[in-house]
């Protein structure tokens, strides 16, 4: 007991001492949390920036989406730890190496999610846009991504957990946020406490990104909490049950992916 | 100097293809690795999400722990392991199980709870038990989820298996630290290009297990509401 309590609260001294360090922001544990953040929120953004415009040209034009489709899952299972040395002749050392495989990989999740919310908009409340004099831009804007936000959102969510988790691989290719404790500090010195941090801040950030994501979800789409709010929540939480893709067993719906290193 | 010519030089090298150091060897130390770290998270993950599907009980449990495994850096697992454990084959299989579990074990339970309670109720109707109704039913029903999520686990192991050699093992991973530590750029873009290539391959023996395991009904009907 006593060895275990020695064990953290050695583990929790290197922590508060290697925090940050004054005059040398590139270093502590700060600054590779940040870098952390920096490196998955910008992935995640990027990919949702594509996700949503290549998913209301699926909508719109639908024999589009299942060769798309199949392209993102190909380009899914080709490993990130292979992607990442494979961009290095072409992005070197800089953020990007692993920004674009990352981004790219959040589309298997958020493509789907972003088509099957567009398509579940009901009928009647599509025409109903159209009775109230809504042109087809005003229709989409105020009607038809609102109605998809949830959807959308629960794709969000397992696509920002696998990527944030997924971050600490590209510390391989030296870059990595808290992966970089993980490999250049705990395991190239043999030193297991900036691999505990590493592994609890990624697991936290994780989680604190989800819970700001569901926050989000209750503010943007209120009416899914008031009285019947059951459905879209049922929805979301059968979007993160299910695995993707191309075979259609959930009618398209996706998503059981975490990481692939 | 190009990158495809770079590949294929080093390819076309005839030393890649002989010794313990070459490619077929390596090849056969990850697809060993890969295969023992799925075939024991698919003996672990299967059972418990059939019988989790099955019953009801432990489900909120299971998909919870499931979901935080997900969000816990597969380096980190594995570094940790192996510098508590040591170096070795036992260290290695072990973080690629705890990977692969959770999405199998995901797929299964939710691919047995998602059962029409229609077909159950039928199920229960022509006089099955609830031992029948598992194996007879929710499990073929539910092969196509649980073969998906097999299907994801294997590549992430695939992949994963790479990493492998940071921890002093054998596999493609070889290639990969080699070619970094020595700068040989070559090495190091054939170990990934071989890594991709198992991956796909593995996308590829899905399909067909897919093909081969799911009943011709299940599949018309996939591909009706496709």
Known sequence: MTAAYDWVSGIVDWAIADWSHPGEPDRGILARLLEHMRLSYVSILIGLAIALPLGLACVRWRPVYPPVLTGVNVLYSVPSIALFFLMLPYTGFSDWTAIIPLALYTLVILLPNVVDGLRQVPEHVRQAAVAMGFGPLRRLVFVEVPVAVPVIIAGLRVASVATISMVSVASLVGLGGLGQLIVSEGFRRQFDAPIVVGIVLTVGLALVTDAVLVITQRLLTPWAYAGKGRSARKRAARAEAADAGDDAVTSGTVSDHGESP | ?226
């Open chain 2, 1 to 226: 100097m190009n990158v495809l010519t770079l590949l294929v030089e080093w390819f076309s090298d005839p030393a890649q293809w002989t010794g313990s150091a070459g490619i077929p060897a390596r090849l056969g130390e990850h697809v060993h690795y890969s295969l023992l770290g799925l075939l024991l998270s698919t003996v672990i993950a299967v059972p418990v999400g059939l019988l989790t599907g099955h019953t009801g009980v432990g489900g909120f449990l299971t998909t919870s722990l499931a979901n935080f495994a997900r969000a816990l850096p597969t380096i980190g697992v594995l570094f940790l392991i192996v510098l508590l454990a040591g170096i070795g084959l036992v260290p290695v299989v072990c973080a690629l199980v705890a990977l692969a579990v959770p999405p199998i074990l995901v797929n299964t339970h939710e691919g047995v709870r998602g059962v029409d309670p229609r077909l159950r109720d039928a199920a229960v109707g022509m006089g099955m038990r609830g031992r029948e109704v598992l194996f007879k039913l929710e499990l073929p029903v539910a092969t196509p989820l649980i073969l998906m999520g097999m299907r994801t686990a294997a590549v992430q192991v695939v992949a994963t298996a790479t990493i492998a050699a940071y921890v002093g093992v054998g596999g493609l991973g070889r290639y990969i630290v080699d070619g970094q530590a020595r700068q040989d750029l070559s090495m190091l873009l054939g170990g990934s290009v071989l890594v991709v290539g198992l991956a796909v391959v593995t996308t590829l023996l899905f399909a067909g297990l897919r093909r081969l395991l799911v009943a011709p009904g299940l599949r018309a009907e996939a591909a009706a509401t496709r």
